[in-house]
């Protein structure tokens, strides 16, 4: 017996993705030489720079999947991988436009009246307007369902009232809109998921309050949003009122198996290594061994995930499974480049390298946490294999 | 590598289901020749999967004979079904003839002179039950591959883990049948390479198997009311085992595809093949441990059938190289690369070239 229960099929990159691989590698080459950025470490959800994010947009670099007639650049999801795993690699500050990049930019296109959508999609493609997610909230974490967050009927609109929580970058120079799941229609004990709408609020309405909160490290990435009555127009509802779990849902699928799951700490691994090679000893070499096979082995099945996303597949178990793993290893990564580090790295806060490192070791227990808990993907994965 | 729409590997798991079964296993550690399990996969041109047709093979693809060493690891396939796989490449790669009977390679400190095959080998896995064994000889820079007939040489019964035969086979001045120079970038490490690629196709499987038995178990067994899998201390560790399966397969495969795509093992092959055998390591050893905690006492019985998958598992890791061994190789090529190659190295995998 043989079953072969996970498909992960090879997937080359396409011809013009070699030329773009060595653009972007020579554009990131210089902004980190004129000091145009500086690495860190978990560079998605920490390096905020409206700056470097517009630059991105002038070289044709956000949006790079959506359809032309939308103003995207209609390049395939393979080139727009090569962009994405090259500017992680680097720890380049994507953070500024990563979720309207990644999710909300596609959602907009796929569910927005055309009107919204024009307004908002070329901006986003110029590096110009950013988004955040409003999903979690102070009563809601994992369990999704449980948003009160709600939105009211009135004349020409609706009014929301509550609190958004873990907002990533909401509170961010040029993030104009948050993506926002409310509820429209009181819960249902039976029918959970019923009841719940997505809406494009403007974060700069009237009755919004965007509060930011600070991290274990001290950084404020993430926020608490107030909505206070805001009245949000009826061209604002995305899709169907009452069809935004199955929007989420597949938000979340989107978000699960990038390249931003596994090298979110590759930035340290890169810098160690200039001190690493002047230190062959035996453990450094098992270690080397172990973390470079993990992390090819994650690409592959994160690559294989695009590949199946590409011919029309809907990977879920894949994509869970291979979050899991990759999260685990962000930290694993840490933990084992720690054994084979000199003690002057690890306990010094002089120079580049013990400031990733510790930028990393403060970062990485969200890694876990964020895009549905591990645990909660487990109990998918179980799901799926059947168990459960 | 697809392991569906392939007659070969349709062809190997009907055999493998029907006729390696457990007794024939249990047999087969006992020292029971499981004849009627060889005769089907040879009658059936298994054996020459990778033997091209103009020297009398299949002139199957280099995929679908390791599709067929990923069954036959999934079923504990107690015959050398991969031994013989792996000895018709080898003739074939210095072009000598195959016969498709048993064989397997033999790895050791080993001499030639005047045709004749001298010294000792090692954990030669089937050397008993194999008709041919084919040796390699270094000497001189140069790397010999020797045919000589099994039945002339002294072997010892040894087994691994798993009690499939690992035997010490001395060669006492035995005539060479076929000789040939190993060339074309192939040598000793790549055999070795190579060798360690079959076992962690082989893996591949029976963690695939040992997972669908761990599965399904999990839901019949019952325990304070309800089938076990219905506890979520259960369902995780279960869905980490399939995590761990997952990546051994895509490893596994990965390398696989790379030998098939360079003909042989070159350098890229070889960092593939380094990958998928440093992975091995955590995906045998937590895979295993979850698929016995699962199984509970019943799976540590010798009657339960988990014990054909697991010992094999923690057999295949240590052949052909450890995984720790294989790590350390590893990471002195990533040592080579330096920082500023590190990242241009892990991405030249998947682009054109």
């Known amino acids: 017996m043989s079953v072969t229960r996970f498909r992960f099929p090879f997937v080359e990159m396409p011809p013009a993705a070699t030329q773009l691989r060595q653009e972007v590698r020579e554009f990131l080459a210089q902004e980190r030489a004129n000091g145009g950025y500086v690495p860190m470490a978990d560079c998605w959800a920490s390096g905020m720079s409206a700056e470097f994010s517009r630059k991105l947009g002038q070289r044709g670099w956000l949006g790079m999947t959506w359809d032309k007639k939308y103003g995207g650049h209609g390049r395939s999801f393979l080139e727009r991988y090569v962009v994405t795993e090259e500017m992680l690699a680097a720890g380049a500050p994507v953070m500024a436009h990563w979720i309207a990049d990644r999710q909300s930019g596609p959602q907009l296109i796929k569910n927005a009246q055309p009107e919204v959508r024009d307004a908002i999609i070329p901006r986003i493609v110029a590096g110009e307007c950013f988004c955040a997610i409003g999903m979690s909230e102070p009563g809601t974490g994992s369990d999704l369902a449980s948003v009160s967050t709600k939105a009211d009927k009135v004349e020409g609109g609706w009014k929301v009232s509550g609190t958004k929580l873990w907002s990533t970058g909401a509170h961010g120079p040029g993030c104009d809109y948050m993506i926002t799941l409310l509820r429209t229609s009181p819960l249902d004990t039976s029918a959970r998921h019923k009841g719940l709408s997505q809406f494009i609020i403007d974060l700069k309405s009237p009755g919004v309050d965007v509060r930011g909160i600070a991290d274990i490290g001290g950084q404020v990435h993430f926020n608490e949003t107030n909505f206070e009555d805001v009245f949000v127009p009826d061209s604002h509802v995305l899709g169907e009122v009452g069809g935004g779990w199955n929007m989420v849902v597949g938000e979340l699928a989107l978000e699960r198996s990038g390249p931003e799951r596994f090298l979110s700490t590759f930035i340290v691994f890169q810098e160690a290594m200039r001190l690493l090679v002047n230190n062959p000893t035996e453990q450094t070499k098992e270690v080397l061994g172990q973390v470079v096979a993990k992390i090819k082995t994650l690409r592959r099945m994160s690559l294989g995930i695009a590949g199946l996303l590409q011919e029309g597949s809907s990977p879920e178990m894949e994509a869970a499974l291979v979050k899991d793993m990759s999260t685990n290893f962000e930290r694993e990564l840490l933990e084992k480049l720690r054994r084979i580090l000199p003690q002057n790295v690890l306990a010094s806060s002089e120079g580049l390298l013990p400031a990733l490192l510790r930028e990393g070791i403060l970062r990485v227990p969200s890694s876990t946490l964020r895009g549905g808990t591990n645990e909660v993907l487990k109990g998918m994965i179980a799901r799926q294999l059947g168990i459960r | ?353």
């Open chain 2, 1 to 353: 590598m697809t392991d569906s729409d392939n007659i070969i590997f349709d062809t190997a798991s009907r055999i493998l289901d029907d006729l390696s079964t457990a007794e024939t296993i249990n047999a087969a550690e006992e020292g029971v020749w499981p004849e009627a399990l060889w005769q089907a996969i040879s009658e059936s041109g298994l054996t020459l999967t990778w033997v091209p047709e103009e020297n009398g093979g299949a002139g199957a693809s280099m995929l679908d004979g390791f599709a067929v060493i990923k069954a036959a690891g999934g079923a504990a396939a107690p015959i050398p079904l991969a031994e013989t796989l792996f000895a018709g490449w080898l003739l074939t790669q210095v072009n000598l003839q195959v016969s498709g009977e048993a064989a397997t390679v033999a790895l050791g400190e080993l001499s030639l002179s005047d045709g004749k095959l001298s010294g000792t080998a090692l954990g030669v896995p089937y050397a008993r039950g194999a008709q041919q064994i084919i040796a390699l000889v270094e000497s001189g820079g140069q790397t010999q591959v020797v045919q000589v007939a099994a039945e002339q040489c002294e072997i010892s019964a040894h087994t691994n883990l798993a009690g499939e035969p690992s035997d010490q086979v001395t060669f006492k001045a035995v005539p060479a049948k076929q000789v040939a120079v190993l060339g074309n970038g192939v040598n000793g490490q790549s055999v070795e390479a190579m060798g360690a690629l079959i076992r962690c196709v082989q893996s591949a499987g029976a963690l695939s198997a040992a997972l669908e038995l761990t599965i399904e178990y999990s839901m019949e067994r019952v325990q304070f009311g309800r089938a076990i899998g219905k506890f979520q201390a259960l369902q995780h560790s279960i869905a980490a085992f399939a995590g761990e399966v997952a990546a051994m397969n895509a490893a596994a495969d990965a390398a696989a595809e790379a030998v098939a795509n360079a003909g042989g093992v070159d350098h890229d092959a070889w960092i593939e093949i380094a990958t998928a055998k440093t992975r091995l390591e955590e995906a045998v050893n937590n895979g295993a441990a979850v698929a016995h905690q699962v199984h509970g006492a019943m799976g540590f019985t010798y009657e339960h059938s988990l014990h054909h998958l697991t010992r094999r598992l923690w057999s295949w890791r240590d052949e052909y190289g450890s995984d720790v061994v294989w790590a350390k190789r590893l990471g002195e090529e990533v040592l080579s690369w330096g920082a500023d190659q590190l990242w241009p190295k892990i991405t030249a995998v998947t682009d054109p070239r």
